[in-house]
């Protein structure tokens, strides 16, 4: 039996400089995970699906090299959900709009 069950494949996704294309994987976790970060990520913490899945898009200012930015985002627990993360969720979740704000 394998440890964690792959789901599928999402559609490429591309950062906004289009510099970086990302090919997402879904898994089905059987066991607990220890995930292991990079310079490129700020934060790292867990959103069960089923929370997003009934999550309104918010509108947030978050801070990046560009300085602020107001931007579509999920909130949960304190810690925002945005960019690249925030696209590739609506993909897996099937969310054809966003806010209208």
Same mark, same amino acid.
């Given at each position: 039996?394998? #440890?964690?069950? /792959?789901?599928? &494949?999402?559609?490429?996704?591309? +950062?906004?400089?289009?510099? $970086? &294309? $990302? +090919?997402? *994987?879904? *898994? ?27 999550? #309104?898009?918010?509108?947030?200012? $978050? ?9 579509? +985002? ?6 925002? $959900?945005?960019?690249?993360? *925030? ?5 897996? /979740? ?8």
């Amino acid at each position: 039996m394998r #440890e964690h069950e /792959l789901l599928g &494949q999402l559609p490429l996704v591309y +950062a906004r400089t289009r510099r $970086v &294309q $990302v +090919a997402p *994987f879904v *898994f089905q976790l059987k066991t607990s995970v220890i995930v292991k970060s990079n310079e490129e990520v700020a934060e790292k913490f867990w959103v069960p699906l089923s929370i997003l899945d009934v999550s #309104e898009v918010n509108r947030t200012e $978050v801070k990046d090299d560009e300085g602020n930015l107001n931007v579509e +985002a999920y909130i949960y627990g304190g810690n925002t $959900v945005w960019g690249l993360t *925030f696209r590739i969720i609506n993909i897996l /979740l099937d969310r054809k709009e966003t806010s209208t704000l």
